[in-house]
């Protein structure tokens, strides 16, 4: 067992949910146009996550949240017997696309499962839940990931919720619990780089997310 299992070990022991950070300081993601990057905007937006979660009642695992490098094929063995993974991301579009100049085409929110997932059926209630969430907060899905295109192609399983399947997505077909990805928006696009940031969009999609997941563990 690695240092970083051992110093959570404890924790994660008794967690409910494990929220996952997504990137790392030094793999940081995608770029928003003015230079900030994902691994920050997923960092604000899941203290943020497990701040209402915890507020909740909710004993909440935090995975890449503390500057330390963590492998992909590591972070769901951290919480093992956590009963639900959300790992937390920000979206970007293909480099071509931007270079191209179509930063702003593309906006919104995308949720992913993988049929990998030994509870696969588990994880796409949730995301359903968490998508009706992000609905009915006024945030609307992205279809760039179901653009039929080399590296995206991802086929929806609800469109209006924006839930796509993605089987390989090594956070959730290594996941034992149900699992979900949650891309809160397109940081690519500089105008939703700006409201991703903003401490009152943080704050209205914190508690969606929360809401939903909260939900998921009593439906």
């Not at 503390?66 to 951290?78: F, H, I, K, M, W």
């Not at 401490?199 to 209205?204: D, L, M, N």
């Amino acid at each position: 067992m690695t240092a970083l299992s051992l110093a959570g070990s404890a924790c994660a022991a008794a967690a409910e949910i494990a929220v996952d950070t997504g990137h790392t300081p030094l793999r940081y993601g995608a770029v928003a146009p003015d230079g900030r990057v994902e691994y920050q905007f997923n960092l604000t937006l899941s203290t943020a996550v497990a701040r209402k979660l915890e507020a909740r009642g909710h004993s909440v695992f935090r995975i890449s949240a503390d500057g330390q490098e963590v492998a992909l094929t590591q972070r769901t063995q951290l919480a093992p017997d956590a009963k639900l993974f959300a790992s937390i991301h920000h979206d970007s579009i293909q480099q071509a696309w931007i270079d191209a100049g179509r930063r702003r085409e593309f906006a919104g929110f995308s949720l992913f499962v993988s049929e990998k997932n030994p509870q696969y059926a588990e994880s796409l209630k949730c995301a359903k839940v968490v998508g009706e969430r992000l609905l009915a907060i006024g945030e609307v899905p992205s279809a760039y990931h179901a653009t039929p295109i080399p590296g995206e192609n991802r086929p929806f399983i609800d469109k209006r919720l924006g839930i796509h399947r993605f089987d390989d997505l090594v956070v959730l077909k290594t996941a034992t619990m149900p699992a979900l990805l949650i891309e809160a928006g397109v940081i690519a696009n500089p105008d939703e780089a700006r409201r991703l940031a903003e401490a009152e969009t943080v704050e209205r999609l914190a508690g969606a997310i929360a809401e939903g997941l909260h939900a998921c563990l009593n439906h």
